[in-house]
């Protein structure tokens, strides 16, 4: 359909190129754009990986105390309500040039899905299910790895794939601001030499990055969860009375 539109509507080059410009760039300059991705995948990975480490914590504080979800819930919605890309800036300012601003403004967009979602798990246990494992005198940590944590499994991993696409966006946000490498730093330097097919490249190969990524995260969070997709076919297999 692209090769079609840009042949039938003869589309400069410079506006939309062709399919095949693209494969030729993406054949013929793989070296360099292989660099610019590891650069950002690496940025990616960091951010996400800090926001597991904080988000799920955080929701967990929160399911637990509800003093530190007043505290905590209206701070988080506020941060999400400030564009990134307005604070990417003072990132830098605070914290150098370097790897830890682009990694920092990746955390800030990934950790919010991560926090909601899993509250939302922690919380999605069936109160007789607590009172039946407190009836038999399970301790609050035993709950929490044999009932809460289970139960929570799907909706952690909900949020991990909503938060593994946007850590790229936020990687990508950072290095429009600061970088002198990165496949954000490739797409503006192609760009400012309207080199549109090796914009195109770059873009088609962060989608690429952001679709493995989120495959990755499923696949995991299949494994870990198979026995909730199990639960939900037998229960759709159940007949209606």
Same mark, same amino acid.
């Given at each position: 359909?692209?090769?079609?539109?840009?042949?039938?509507?003869?589309?400069?080059?410079?506006?939309?190129?062709?399919?095949?410009?693209?494969?030729?760039?993406?054949?013929?300059?793989?070296?360099?754009?292989?660099?610019?991705?590891?650069?950002?995948?690496?940025?990616?990975?960091?951010?996400?990986?800090?926001?597991?480490?904080?988000? @799920?914590?955080? *929701? +967990?504080?929160?399911?637990?105390?509800?003093?530190?979800?007043?505290?905590? =819930?209206? #701070? %988080?919605? !506020? $941060?999400?309500?400030?564009?990134?890309?307005?604070?990417?800036?003072?990132?830098?300012?605070?914290?150098?040039?370097?790897?830890?601003?682009?990694?920092?403004?990746?955390?800030?967009?990934?950790?919010?899905?991560?926090?909601?979602?899993?509250?939302?798990?922690?919380?999605?246990?069936?109160?007789?299910?607590?009172?039946?494992?407190?009836?038999?005198?399970?301790?609050?940590?035993?709950?929490?790895?044999?009932?809460?944590?289970?139960?929570?499994?799907?909706?952690?991993?909900?949020?991990?794939?909503?938060?593994?696409?946007?850590? @790229?966006?936020? *990687? +990508?946000?950072?290095?429009?601001?600061?970088?002198?490498?990165?496949?954000? =730093?490739? #797409? %503006?330097? !192609? $760009?400012?030499?309207?080199?549109?097919?090796?914009?195109?490249?770059?873009?088609?190969?962060?989608?690429?990055?952001?679709?493995?990524?989120?495959?990755?995260?499923?696949?995991?969070?299949?494994?870990?969860?198979?026995?909730?997709?199990?639960?939900?076919?037998?229960?759709?297999?159940?007949?209606?009375?």
């Amino acid at each position: 359909l692209w090769y079609c539109v840009v042949r039938l509507f003869s589309i400069p080059s410079y506006l939309v190129p062709g399919p095949a410009s693209v494969v030729e760039v993406l054949v013929h300059d793989w070296r360099y754009l292989g660099i610019q991705s590891m650069v950002t995948l690496v940025e990616v990975l960091s951010g996400f990986a800090i926001s597991v480490i904080v988000g @799920v914590p955080v *929701a +967990i504080i929160i399911v637990y105390s509800a003093t530190m979800e007043r505290i905590l =819930y209206p #701070l %988080l919605v !506020a $941060s999400q309500s400030v564009p990134k890309i307005a604070i990417a800036p003072l990132l830098i300012f605070w914290a150098g040039i370097g790897l830890l601003p682009k990694v920092l403004v990746a955390f800030l967009i990934a950790v919010f899905p991560i926090i909601v979602d899993s509250v939302i798990g922690l919380r999605s246990v069936e109160p007789e299910m607590l009172y039946l494992a407190h009836s038999m005198g399970a301790k609050e940590l035993r709950i929490f790895w044999s009932v809460r944590l289970p139960t929570a499994l799907p909706n952690i991993f909900a949020g991990l794939k909503i938060s593994i696409t946007l850590a @790229v966006v936020g *990687a +990508i946000v950072a290095e429009f601001i600061q970088a002198d490498a990165g496949l954000g =730093y490739a #797409l %503006l330097q !192609a $760009s400012s030499a309207m080199d549109t097919a090796m914009s195109f490249a770059i873009i088609i190969l962060l989608s690429a990055i952001g679709v493995a990524l989120f495959a990755l995260v499923s696949a995991i969070g299949n494994r870990l969860t198979y026995w909730h997709s199990s639960q939900r076919s037998a229960e759709l297999a159940v007949p209606i009375s």
